[in-house]
């Protein structure tokens, strides 16, 4: 802008300018001193200018008219100096002109960086938009330019000049060709750079690919200057072993396993290197899966490798990767998002055009973390070359990068947004909550959650801290009823003469199923069947305490839909991951012996190629996790640290299975409610909602998501239909446990 726009502009301008009858010997000359100085002052005040407006993403308009002004003010400034460089020549200048000269400078130049900045704001960017933007200051330097000149007279020559210090018309013109040639091959490259970017995107958006999403304090996102998100690839795509395993889901077993890998890169991030390791060895099976040229088919994999395993080892090097990209530990990466975004690139115009390849759509996936930063943080990256953008104005450009509607990458960035910011767990305290699932076709249930709560269930609370006694006689008395039956009878008189002691908790509870119910639809209201068992789940408390649940539970049919926007339908298996992950008692223990068997099975495996898979650097990581009983029983190590004398093969490429799939057994507790007190209460349903069961060699523990799913589903936990409550003071008794 300065160099060549403003200075270039300037001297070929002034070569238009013949005086005389064009004798070479009285044509203008100019002083190599000013001549230089003309040169470097556009360039320093133009810098300034378009750094004053550009600090921030979305530049204010005191900071345009302010970079306008200095705009401005270097193209009159340049062309004044440059005019002071004139060796043989006196120039005088007409008032009026001179100043039509610096307002015309300034004005072209202020509505064009207003319109770039404020577009560059929204991320917005075609030809035309670039083509106003330069035509304005192409107005802004030529307009002023010309404008000056009708207003100067040059006057009388002088014979003395030093012709060793000055510059003829020919050699200025030189010069600028030489600096607008050097601008048009710098310009080229880095159009070129631009190209194979577009290209790159286009061949990730057909890859399995890791992203972060971070968002700053105010909301926005974080973009590279390219406004796409940092990523790296992880494989080329997702190998299943079998054709209904072939795309990576939020329902798949090796997204469960990321899904709940985001939540302990603590454990993770001393595996990586071992991970790496394994990898290096086997590099000739890895290449056929990380390299964007090959393609694997699938008549190949059928004899190779399980690839949920390399992808495991895959996603954790690539999730170090990325993290090194953005300086910033493993730790601080952020948790999975819940869900995959499916990206497609279609074949280029160019390429359909010549008959190069037939134009085919393929399909991409995308797995993002995401996390909140803090003001510091965001700075920091911010220095670093990143840049946030509001959601609103990033995603048109952001849909064309990563080849995703914008439709459905708005939805999914606001909905990541809200999973950042929002700690999905329950807040101390008794909550009432809905428990919905519906079948799908894939043999598998969705639970009706809420969207951009803090609570994970459709909820309502209740403003008491715990249950009593007299509260646990009135909950079991409408075990099964629903929710219009369970407020009349609260409201009843036969409740208040029953149980008047707790005429505030019936009040209470009244008001909170109302108080639900109006927040679900109807058709949802009309099956869910109120459970007399008390729930104890994690809670944001900071000294652990457990909330307390009370819920009504449903079956829906398949074809349920909700209107409501806040809630939509999550597959089971995903909700029961993070809310597993909430429950630090069961999440990590879980996950440290999975992933210790996952290591050990992994560095266990034989290597043609590689001596060192260092199994014993995994145990010892994992170490500092597991207690030394737990982590012998995985390796097989006995208390003098010999291994076990033998391994089957068997054993380790094949896992034991639960028998009963995805059912977990709970033990029942049978409570008299006669003869207990409120700190039996507690304890008894406290040790009911922890119980552990084994099965086979494999252990896992309930949380209170199990339970939930236990009661819609077990053959034991049938309920009373809505008969038992006929609307009389006497309803029927509670069914038994």
């Not at 200075?7 to 070929?12: S, T």
């Not at 048009?184 to 631009?194: D, E, G, R, S």
């Not at 393609?295 to 993290?323: G, I, P």
Request: glycine share 6%; proline share 4%.
């Amino acid at each position: 802008m300065g160099g060549v726009g403003i200075w270039c502009m300037h001297f070929i301008g002034n070569r238009a300018i013949v005086l005389g009858d064009g004798n070479s010997s009285i044509q203008i000359a100019y002083n190599v001193t000013f001549t230089g100085v003309s040169f470097v002052l556009p360039v320093c005040v133009v810098l300034t200018a378009f750094y004053a407006i550009g600090f921030e993403e979305k530049a204010g308009y005191i900071r345009i008219i302010f970079g306008g002004f200095l705009t401005g003010a270097s193209v009159c400034g340049m062309h004044y100096v440059g005019q002071l460089g004139i060796a043989n020549y006196h120039c005088t200048y007409k008032a009026g002109y001179v100043v039509g000269a610096a307002i015309i400078a300034a004005f072209s130049s202020t509505a064009a960086l207003s319109i770039f900045f404020r577009w560059r704001a929204t991320w917005t960017n075609s030809w035309w938009r670039r083509g106003i933007c330069s035509g304005l200051l192409a107005m802004a330097v030529s307009g002023m330019h010309w404008t000056a000149t009708v207003g100067t007279a040059y006057l009388k020559p002088t014979n003395h000049i030093k012709h060793n210090s000055q510059l003829s018309r020919g050699q200025i013109v030189t010069i600028c060709a030489v600096l607008s040639c050097t601008s048009c091959a710098v310009l080229t490259a880095c159009a070129i750079i631009a190209g194979d970017n577009r290209r790159r995107s286009s061949t990730r958006a057909r890859q399995l690919v890791l992203g972060c999403a971070f968002f700053d304090p105010k909301g926005r996102i974080m973009v590279t200057p390219q406004a796409l998100l940092p990523s790296l690839k992880i494989a080329d795509h997702y190998v299943g072993r079998t054709f209904k395993d072939d795309d990576l889901t939020r329902t798949h077993p090796a997204f469960l396993w990321a899904f709940r890998a985001s939540r302990h890169w603590n454990l993770i991030k001393d595996l990586v290197p071992s991970m790496k390791n394994r990898l290096q060895s086997d590099e000739d099976l890895a290449h056929r899966y990380i390299s964007s040229k090959g393609c694997v088919t699938d008549e190949e994999t059928e004899l190779e490798t399980d690839f949920d395993t390399l992808f495991k080892q895959l996603f954790c090097v690539t999730a170090q990767e990325l993290s090194d990209q953005l300086h910033v530990p493993l730790p601080d990466l952020g948790i999975l998002y819940d869900d995959v975004l499916v990206s497609s690139s279609t074949t280029s115009f160019l390429s359909r055009a010549i008959g190069k390849r037939p134009s085919v759509t393929r399909k991409g996936q995308m797995l993002f973390t995401i996390r909140q930063l803090d003001k510091q943080e965001s700075s920091r990256l911010e220095a670093s070359g990143y840049r946030f953008a509001p959601v609103e104005h990033i995603v048109p450009a952001l849909s064309r990068g990563i080849h995703v509607s914008s439709a459905s990458l708005d939805s999914h960035i606001r909905d990541m947004r809200d999973y950042a910011t929002t700690e999905r767990s329950f807040e101390p305290g008794v909550h009432l909550i809905s428990f919905v699932m519906r079948p799908t076709v894939n043999d598998n249930f969705e639970i009706l959650t809420a969207r951009g709560t803090r609570n994970p269930l459709p909820s309502a609370s209740l403003p008491m801290k715990s249950l009593k006694a007299q509260h646990m006689r009135v909950i079991l008395r409408m075990t099964g009823w629903t929710m219009p039956t369970c407020v009349n009878w609260l409201e009843s008189r036969c409740a208040a003469e029953a149980y008047g002691e707790t005429d505030n908790f019936r009040g209470l509870m009244g008001e909170a199923i109302e108080a639900l119910s109006a927040s679900l639809p109807p058709d949802i209201n009309s099956v869910l069947r109120f459970s007399g068992r008390v729930l104890f789940a994690p809670s944001r408390s900071s000294n652990g305490r457990p909330c307390t649940l009370l819920a009504f539970c449903a079956v829906s049919n398949l074809d349920t839909r909700v209107s409501n926007s806040n809630y939509t339908f999550t597959p089971f298996s995903v909700f029961r991951a993070e809310q597993q992950m909430h429950d630090q008692s069961i999440g990590r223990d879980l996950f440290a012996r999975d992933l210790a068997k996952e290591i050990i099975h992994t560095n266990a495996a034989p290597s043609t190629t590689s001596t060192d898979s260092s199994p014993s650097l995994t145990i010892r990581a994992l170490s500092r996790f597991l207690p030394s009983k737990r982590l012998r029983n995985l390796t097989g190590t006995n208390r003098a640290g010999s291994s076990a004398s033998s391994v089957s093969e068997e054993s380790l490429v094949t896992p034991s299975r639960f028998p009963l799939g995805d059912i977990t057994v709970f033990k029942e507790v049978r409570v008299d409610v006669a003869h207990m007190d409120e700190a039996m209460v507690h304890s008894s349903q406290k040790q009911g909602s922890q119980t552990v069961v084994a099965a086979g060699d494999i252990v896992s523990s309930g949380t209170y998501v199990d339970e939930l799913y236990s009661l819609c589903c077990s053959p034991g936990a049938r309920f009373l239909p809505d008969s038992i409550f006929q609307g009389t003071n006497t309803p029927a008794r509670p069914p038994s446990k």
